[in-house]
């Protein structure tokens, strides 16, 4: 999950991320007008994995108003996941079983690339491979979690269905059934987001902040960027990473804002030892998620809500935090959690739990990323090899999955 804005956790004043090692960016302010062949604005996730990816071959120019990583990555819980909001059975009534099929083995490659990416880069980030558990609940049940396994595995997907005799006998959990997947992992957002942009400086790409992008007009030439240090910026393209703060005269159709909430246990927390190499989350609405840090801390998110500002609320945040503990101590009633953090944010989704990765309408030369739904870090990924593919002037396979157009449509 990913929020926008963190609210700092009303005991400890602290957010999870904010105080993990090896977060410094090197940033300069924008004191004259510069020209590049590619901007990018927001330094974020989303915007590391786009700079790291175009600067092998561009000039890059990264520009946010906050420092780097301020917005949604900080309030990322980095459940690293090719499994999609809605099960590969629900999305193909959404979008139709062959663009189904491809969106999932697509996010799964994603996160395989991920870990190249990582290992390649010899980036530091706590990435541990996790298997995925996910648990049936009001939403789907048990049957439909069996179809889903299957529906998986006919694509070559290892995903097992766990019936519940299974499922208590191997985790001690009750429930009436879940799907057991390979090939999810966990990490530091902060941590890997900062080492992707310096990994893009050191191949040349600037990041400038603070700068905050007014206005952007596009001609048959390139784009022209009005920034409020009155330097303008000039591009060849333009692609806005914002997380889930929409640019304005961007469309976002079937896109919607609601808040979310996650907290984090002291260190060491006692847990079963199979929750260490497993994430954890339920087929429900709201849904309760978790997992563990390489600290022994034990994460947990959840309790959506439909609201853009419902997040603000410092009340709510308590309330929220007591009814997710509750639900924890539900699922598993031998952990005695003791929260250390604990944050709220902005939270996009789409109706097909898929992103919107493409060009803007109206504007030549420019491309947006928001990434809707809980695998924000998963769609970076992909937002970054069909962007650098489309500004290289080629173009994705899987590119037409993530149009706004597409995602809003009935099936196929």
């Known amino acids: ?95 139709g079983a062959a663009n189904a099929r491809r969106a999932y083995l697509r996010s799964r490659q994603a996160v395989d690339a991920l870990k190249r990416i990582v290992a390649e880069e010899r980036i530091v980030c706590g990435l541990k491979d996790k298997t995925s558990l996910y648990l049936a609940g009001d939403e789907y049940g048990h049957r439909a979690l069996e179809a889903e396994a299957a529906a998986r595995a006919e694509i070559g997907l290892d995903s097992r269905y766990l019936d519940a005799a299974a499922l208590r006998e191997r985790f001690g959990v009750e429930r009436t059934g879940a799907i057991l997947s390979s090939g999810s992992a966990s990490g530091d957002p902060a941590r890997l987001a900062a080492a992707l942009l310096r990994r893009a400086q050191a191949r040349g790409a600037r990041v400038w902040s603070p700068v905050e992008v007014l206005k952007a007009v596009s001609d048959p030439d390139g784009v022209t960027l009005l920034t409020d240090t009155d ?53 429900s609405d709201p849904y309760l998620y978790l997992r563990m840090g390489g600290d022994g801390r034990l994460i947990v998110g959840g309790e959506d809500e439909a609201s853009a500002d419902a997040h603000e609320d410092k009340a709510k945040l308590k309330r929220k935090r007591e009814v997710i503990t509750a639900k924890l101590r539900r699922l598993l009633p031998d952990v005695a959690f003791e929260t250390d953090y604990g944050w709220a944010g902005a939270f996009g989704e789409s109706a097909t739990g898929l992103p919107n990765i493409g060009p803007v309408m109206g504007m030549d030369h420019t491309w947006a990323v928001m990434g809707f739904g809980g695998n924000g870090i998963t769609y970076s990924v992909i937002a970054s090899q069909i962007v650098a593919a489309e500004v290289r002037g080629k173009t994705d396979p899987d590119a037409d999955l993530y149009r706004p157009a597409k995602s809003d449509a009935g099936a196929a």
């Open 1 to 95: 999950m990913t929020g926008t804005t963190i609210k700092r956790d009303l005991r400890t004043g602290r957010s999870l991320w904010a105080d993990s090692p090896g977060l410094g960016v090197p940033v300069r302010p924008l004191t004259a007008a510069i020209s590049v062949d590619v901007a990018i604005v927001g330094a974020g996730v989303s915007g590391a994995f786009m700079a790291h990816e175009l600067s092998k071959d561009h000039a890059v120019a990264v520009l946010d108003r906050r420092p780097p990583l301020m917005g949604s990555t900080l309030a990322s819980t980095a459940l690293l996941q090719w499994e999609i909001d809605l099960p590969l059975t629900a999305l193909a009534k959404k979008i």
């Open 231 to 283: 330097h303008v910026v000039r591009a060849r393209s333009l692609v806005f990473c914002c997380g889930y703060e929409f640019p304005k005269g961007v469309p976002t159709p079937g896109a919607e804002i609601i808040s979310t909430w996650a907290m984090a246990s002291k260190p060491r927390q006692r847990c079963p030892a199979w929750l260490r190499s497993t994430l954890v989350w339920e087929a």
